[in-house]
C-alpha cells in the first residue's frame, strides 16, 4: 500500500514538474511575441551570459541550487523594482530556458539538484509573473479609473468654465453666486465687436475679449462670468449705488487696448438688476440683459433694470406681429432733416428718416421698431418703402422746378441681401427717378461687417449714378485702408464728437483730425447732433461742410419741409435761445 503511494505521489510530482514547464514555456513564448518581446529576449541573452560565466569560473556553486537560484533570480527581481513587466518577463525567459536545456538533454545535469532547481526556478517565476501581472492589471485598472475622472473633471470643467477667457460660463456663474446674496447683475455687452472681428481677424478679437476679461478681473471685489460671444456677467456683492458702478465700468474701458501694435478702444453697453436670493438668479439675470438691450436702445451707457422695460419688451413683440401690415395699412412716415451747407447757409440735400403713426400707440419712435426690425428680416421691407418714398420726393421737386438729394440709411443686412441690388434698380424704373439725387448712407459699423461684399455692391451702384455716404463715422473700427477703397462721396461725423463743442472742457481735437482726414480724402464732412448756436459757430471754425441737427430743424414731413427751406434758407446763426430744443432723435 505504501509503495503504491509513494509511486502516486512520484508521479504526481513527475506530472505537476511538466505542468510546471508547459507553463512556463507557454507563458514566454506569450511574452516574446508581444510588442516589448526583441527587448526582453536581448536582456534575457544578457542575463544568460553572465550566468554561464559565473556558473564556469566557480564551479563549486553549481552544486548549491540555493545560490544558482538567487544567481538567475537576482536580476530580474531588481528589474521588477525598476520596471515591474520587464522584469517579471525576463524571470519566464529564463526559466523557460532552463527548462528547454534540461528537457532537451538531461546529461548537462549532473546532479538531480539542478533540475529541481529549473523546475522550481520555472514556478517560481510563473508564480511571481501572475502576481505582478495582476499588479499590473490592477494598477492599469486604476489608471483608467484616473483618466475617466480626469475625462468627467474636463468635462464638468467645460460645463461650467469658458474656454477662451477661463472663467466661468453661465451656469459656473450661478454657482459662484450660491453664498453672496444680496448681489447686484451686470450684463455687460462690448459695442462693436462684430465690426471687430470682420475688420481685424478673429484672432484679434479672441484677444480683445482675454484682455478685456483681465482688465473686469482686476475689479477683485467682484465674480465674473462669459455668457456667449462678446457679453459678460458681473456679479457685485452687495447694493452698489448705480453712478458708483457706472464710474468702475468707465475707469475699467478708459484706456484702450493695444494687440500687435494695433490701438482698439474700449466701449460697452451695461444693464444693471438687483438680485436678493438665489432663487431670482436666472430671473435677475435676464432682467439685466433686457436693461442693457434698452440701454443700447437709447445710447446710454448704463441702465438699470425696471419693470417697465419688461413690459416694454411684451409690447415690442406685439410691436412686431403689427409692423407686417403698417405698409398696407399706410401707418408709416417719411421725415426730412436738412443739411445745411455751412459757407451761405444753403440747403441742397436731407436725409429722410422713418416715422410709424401707431393707431393705437401713436407716433412710434424708430429706435422702438428698426433694430427688432433688423434682427428679424424685416428691416428690407421699410428699406425699400423709404427708399420708394425719398425718389417720389426727388421727383416730386424736379418737377416743382427745384432739386434736392435725399439720403437713405441702409443697414448690413441690406448690404448682405443678395436681391438689394435689383430692387433698387426696379424702383427706379418705376419711379424714373434721377439717380444722382439719391445718396446711400451706411454706418461705419454696418459697413465692416462684411466689407469686401459692402465694397462690390457700393462699385456696382456708384457705377449706375448712385453715391455714397459713410454715416456714425468715429464709432466704428473700420480701417483707412478699406475706407480708401470703398467709392464714398461723404463722410458723417458721429454726434458724439459734436456734443459740448465750444465748452472748456470740450476736446476738438479728435473731431478737427476727422474733419481734415475727410477733406484729404476728397470727402465732403457732415457732422451731426448740431443743437446749439456754440456748437453750430464750432463746426463752422472748424471746416466742416455741413451740419445737421435740431438747432436748424427737426425731421420734419416732407411738405413741412419745403415750407422750412421757403422760410429759412439761407439759414444764418441765431441766438441760442431762439433755436429750437429738444434731443436729437435719431
Request: proline letters at 4%.
Amino acid at each position: 500500500m505504501s509503495a503504491a503511494c509513494g509511486k502516486f505521489a512520484s508521479d504526481l510530482r513527475r506530472r505537476l514538474r511538466k505542468a510546471w514547464l508547459v507553463l512556463a514555456c507557454v507563458g514566454a513564448f506569450a511574452l516574446a511575441t508581444n510588442k516589448h518581446g526583441l527587448r526582453v529576449i536581448a536582456s534575457v541573452l544578457v542575463y544568460v551570459l553572465a550566468i554561464v560565466a559565473i556558473h564556469a569560473g566557480l564551479g563549486g556553486l553549481r552544486q548549491s541550487g540555493g545560490v544558482i537560484i538567487w544567481i538567475l533570480i537576482a536580476p530580474p527581481l531588481i528589474m521588477m523594482g525598476h520596471r515591474p513587466r520587464t522584469g517579471i518577463q525576463c524571470a519566464v525567459m529564463i526559466a523557460a530556458l532552463l527548462a528547454f536545456l534540461v528537457m532537451a538533454d538531461p546529461s548537462v545535469v549532473h546532479r538531480g539538484e539542478l533540475r529541481m532547481v529549473a523546475v522550481n526556478m520555472a514556478g517560481f517565476a510563473l508564480f511571481i509573473w501572475f502576481a505582478v501581472g495582476f499588479y499590473v492589471w490592477r494598477s492599469e485598472l486604476q489608471n483608467r479609473s484616473l483618466t475617466r475622472l480626469a475625462v468627467a473633471n474636463e468635462r464638468s470643467q467645460l460645463a461650467l468654465f469658458d474656454a477662451l477667457t477661463g472663467i466661468p460660463n453661465r451656469e459656473g456663474a450661478k454657482q459662484v453666486a450660491a453664498a453672496c446674496f444680496p448681489l447686484t447683475v451686470l450684463v455687460i455687452d462690448l459695442d462693436r465687436f462684430k465690426a471687430v472681428n470682420t475688420a481685424l481677424g478673429r484672432a484679434l478679437g479672441d484677444q480683445v475679449l482675454i484682455l478685456f476679461t483681465r482688465r473686469l478681473a482686476t475689479l477683485q471685489f467682484v465674480s465674473l462670468g462669459r455668457l456667449h460671444a462678446d457679453r459678460f456677467v458681473m456679479l457685485w456683492p452687495g447694493d452698489p449705488d448705480a453712478a458708483h458702478v457706472d464710474a468702475v465700468i468707465a475707469g475699467v474701458l478708459d484706456a484702450p487696448l493695444e494687440i500687435d501694435a494695433q490701438v482698439i478702444d474700449l466701449s460697452a453697453t451695461v444693464g444693471v438688476a438687483r438680485c436678493a436670493t438665489a432663487a431670482d438668479l436666472e430671473l435677475t439675470m435676464r432682467n439685466a440683459e433686457t436693461a442693457m438691450s434698452a440701454a443700447r436702445q437709447r445710447h446710454r451707457r448704463l441702465l438699470e433694470y425696471t419693470a417697465e422695460m419688461q413690459r416694454h419688451r411684451r409690447g415690442d413683440l406685439s410691436l412686431m406681429s403689427d409692423l407686417n401690415q403698417a405698409i398696407a395699412k399706410q401707418e408709416l412716415r417719411m421725415v426730412l432733416q436738412p443739411k445745411v451747407l455751412l459757407r451761405d447757409g444753403s440747403v441742397d440735400s436731407a436725409e429722410a428718416l422713418i416715422r410709424w403713426q401707431h393707431p393705437v400707440r401713436g407716433m412710434v419712435p424708430p429706435m422702438d421698431f428698426i433694430p427688432f426690425a433688423e434682427q428679424t428680416g424685416r428691416i428690407r421691407l421699410l428699406t425699400n418703402w423709404i427708399l420708394h418714398e425719398a425718389m417720389m420726393a426727388t421727383v416730386l421737386r424736379r418737377r416743382r422746378g427745384g432739386q434736392i438729394q435725399i439720403s437713405v440709411n441702409v443697414c448690413a443686412a441690406d448690404l448682405a441681401d443678395p436681391h438689394f441690388e435689383a430692387a433698387v434698380l426696379d424702383l427706379v424704373r418705376q419711379t424714373q427717378v434721377v439717380v444722382s439725387d439719391i445718396r446711400f448712407e451706411v454706418t461705419e459699423s454696418g459697413l465692416m461687417e462684411q466689407p469686401d461684399v459692402a465694397l462690390a455692391l457700393m462699385t456696382r451702384l456708384q457705377s449706375v449714378g448712385f453715391s455714397w455716404s459713410i454715416d456714425d463715422f468715429g464709432t466704428g473700427y473700420s480701417s483707412l485702408s478699406y475706407l480708401q477703397k470703398m467709392p464714398v462721396a461723404e463722410l458723417k461725423i458721429d454726434r458724439a464728437f459734436v456734443k459740448g463743442l465750444g465748452d472748456a472742457q470740450h476736446n476738438s481735437k479728435l473731431l478737427r483730425s476727422a474733419i481734415r482726414m475727410g477733406h484729404e480724402l476728397g470727402l465732403s464732412v457732415v457732422c451731426e447732433g448740431a443743437e446749439t448756436a456754440q456748437e453750430w459757430a464750432g463746426l463752422l471754425a472748424l471746416g466742416a461742410d455741413y451740419a445737421q441737427g435740431w438747432y436748424a430743424s427737426a425731421p420734419l414731413p416732407a411738405d413741412q419741409f419745403d415750407e422750412w427751406c421757403r422760410l429759412c434758407v439761407p439759414f444764418a446763426t441765431r441766438a441760442a435761445a431762439d433755436a429750437p430744443t429738444g434731443p436729437d432723435p435719431d
